[in-house]
Structure formats: structure tokens, C-alpha cells
């Protein structure tokens, strides 16, 4: 009997034994679940990258906060816009397999959504700048090819015209002249379309501590002998001392370089061309002013367009020279500015722009 009672009490020991490691074992599960859990929530809520838990009626159960960014979505939970694109998710959700959409958003902004099958989770990736490089680069090819017919035809024609019996000496003089004529312009095309193509699908910019004097003095020496050959004053203005600015001295250059060669390519013999660089409170007023004849007022609107040009068609020119520097400013978070009196008087073009001084790093106590 005794016996007996001592095998029953060891089977006892063991069964509770037993049971409290299995308790424990799904005890640490559970936990370890409930860590993962929260841990991924965790991650997701702090992820750069938008997250929505969506229900059947098209409302979000969840949002992270780059979701609520990117969606300009009120609170963590609650209505999604009243946007057709969103019965489009539901409806991926449905389908049989994972779905990529892309979606435009009010502002010309752009996201992708992605979407598993069947599940309610949906993961939003800011497109904006992807959608702005496409469409920059499509412009660019549309803009290159449209403006390349006309010298190329030209180029086709007298070459045609230079393989021709018996014609004038004269005749082929000039033919070749506006062979060649027209050969730098399709050079001049292709460089700057190339250039302004470069910067409007390229990444953020260098943003370094920039010396303006420095530039300012390396472009006007670029652009002296230009200038002497259509005994054109060049001078320079500058405040010292001038506070770096944060941009990129390759990008900055060009800009100085093209509104100089603007000057001095419509400026008349005698005229002056002056660059200034003045320090405010914002930062540094950089500005390009001739003498020259200046910009009839109709014009002023449009001429940092592509392609728009106010001069005769005599002029040399790709026409995107001040595209260019428009673009490049923006970049640097400044805009072209450009004022002209009436065109009678002498006073010319004034062009210039605000480049924001560096932020100076705050003293330690």
C-alpha cells in the first residue's frame, strides 16, 4: 500500500511538473508573441514610410505618423480621403495576388501603394520626386528633339548643297558658313539641354559652405576676355566680409557665368556690366546690371522659359541660358529676379537673387 501511494505520488509530481513547463513554455510564447507584436508596431509607427490598417469600409483602423503625413490624414485612425483610389486598394486587396499602385495626390505630389493578397495592410512610399525625374526627363527629350529639327534640316540641306557640280565659289562660301553656323547651334542646344536635363534629374544638391567673392572673381575672369572684345567694362562690387552660403560652387558658377555672358552678349560697345554681391540680413543679394538696351516689358514675363528668346534671331544663343539659372536657384531654395526701366533709357537689366546665408552653429553654454 505504501508503495502504491508513493509511485501515485511521483506520476502526481511529474504530471504538475510537466504542466508547469508546458505553462511556462506557452507562457514565454505568448509573451515573446506579445513583445514581437508590439515591438513591429513599434517599428512600423516610427517606419519613413507610410502604414494603414484598412477595414472592409475603406476606413483606417490604423495609420502611422509618416502615413498621416503623406495622406494629409487628420488623426492615427479614422476616414480615409473620399478618393476614387482608395475603392482601387479595396479592391486589390480582393485580388489574387500583390498590387503595386501608383497614385497622384492634390499639390502634384505622388505615392506608391503596395498590397498584399488579402491582407489589410497598406504600405505607402512618397513617388513625388521619382514622378518629377520621369516627367523632367520626358520634357527633356520632347524639348531636344522638337528644337533639333530645324538645324538639323539645315545641316541636311547644305551638306547636300556642298556636294553639288560647278557652283559658285560664293554660293558655297556662304553655304558652308551656315553649315557651320548651324552646327554650333545644335552643339549649343544639346550642351545646355543636357546641363538643365542634369540638374532637374539630379539628387539634392552639395550643400557646402560656399565662398561668393571667390566665384564672383573666377567668373568674371572667365568672362573678361568676352567682354574685352566688345570693349565692354567689367567690375565688381562687394561687401567684405561676405557670410559663406550652403549650396554647390559648380552650380553657383554656372549661374554667374550665364547671367555675365547674358550682359555682355546684348550690351553695346562702352556699355558697362557690373557684379555685385551685397550681404543682408537673410543672407547675400547677388546681382548682374548692364547698361545695355534692356528688355522690353512684354518680354520680362517670359524669358526664363525654355527656348524663349527676346533677342533678333541673328543673336547666337540656346535660349535656356536663364532656364538654367532658374533652375539651379531653385535648388538652392532662391529665385531669379529680373527688372528692366523702359528700354529708351540707359539703364539696362538688372537680374539678381537672395542666396540664404549658412546657420551658424549654436555656442555651447
Known sequence: MYSFDLQLLLFVFFALLALLAGGAVWLDRALSRRRSARDLSQTLGDAPFGVVRLNRAGEAQHANAAAQRLLDLPASSGPMPAEEWVDHLLADAEAADSHYRLVALPRGRWLRAWISEGSELVFFFDATEQQRYVQASSRLLNDLGHELRTPLATILTHTEVQGLANLPDATRAESLHLLKEETQRAIRLVNAMLELGQLETSGELAQRPVDLLALAEAALQQTSAQAAAKEIYLTLQADTPLPAVPGDADALLRVLLN??????????????????????????????????????????????????????????????????????????????????????????????FLLPAARQPEERP
Open 259 to 352: 547671367l555675365l555672358d547674358n550682359a555682355v552678349k546684348y550690351s553695346r560697345p562702352g556699355d558697362r556690366v557690373a557684379l555685385g554681391l551685397r550681404r543682408e540680413a537673410a543672407g547675400v543679394r547677388c546681382a548682374v546690371s548692364d547698361t545695355g538696351p534692356g528688355i522690353p516689358a512684354q518680354h520680362l514675363p517670359h524669358v526664363t522659359q525654355r527656348f524663349y528668346r527676346a533677342a533678333p534671331p541673328e543673336q547666337a544663343g540656346s535660349g535656356l541660358g536663364l532656364a538654367l539659372v532658374e533652375e539651379a536657384l531653385r535648388r538652392h531654395g532662391s529665385a531669379l529676379q529680373i527688372e528692366s526701366p523702359d528700354p529708351s533709357s540707359a539703364a539696362g537689366v538688372r537680374a539678381h
